[in-house]
């Protein structure tokens, strides 16, 4: 059975920054399309950011320039550093991969002075 399981979010002040980790029991994880999403209150979840088995990766235009993703797939885990943080980055981010398993529980990632 799948399970991803997120962490590394907490409280941060606006301009901070915080890595967050995404552990994937995937057995393809080395060949699938890795993305971390987050979702706001009230609102929908969204893609922010994607990489794929070779490296290639893209953003939402809301975070480029301050987030980056990457990924160990010795280790099945995909990274997100979150630099220069605003309080729209407010919100519960989750992985997951392009075939889409279920949802981990995320990771709370809050944005306030």
């Known amino acids: 059975q799948v399970q991803l399981v997120e962490s590394g979010g907490g409280l941060v002040q606006p301009g901070g920054s915080l890595r967050l980790s995404c552990a994937a029991s995937?057995?393809?994880?080395?060949?699938?399309?890795m993305g971390w999403y987050r979702q706001a209150p009230g609102k929908q979840r969204e893609l922010v950011a994607g990489?794929?088995?070779?490296?290639?990766?893209n953003y939402a235009n809301s975070v480029k320039g301050r987030f980056t993703i990457s990924r160990d797939n010795a280790k099945n885990t995909v990274y997100l550093q979150m630099n220069s943080l605003k309080p729209e980055d407010t919100a519960v981010y989750y992985c997951?991969?392009?075939?889409?398993?279920?949802w981990g529980q995320g990771t709370q990632v809050t944005v306030s002075s």
């Open positions: 997951n991969s392009n075939k889409l398993y279920s």
């Open positions: 995937i057995r393809s994880f080395s060949v699938d399309i």
């Open positions: 990489i794929t088995s070779r490296g290639s990766t």
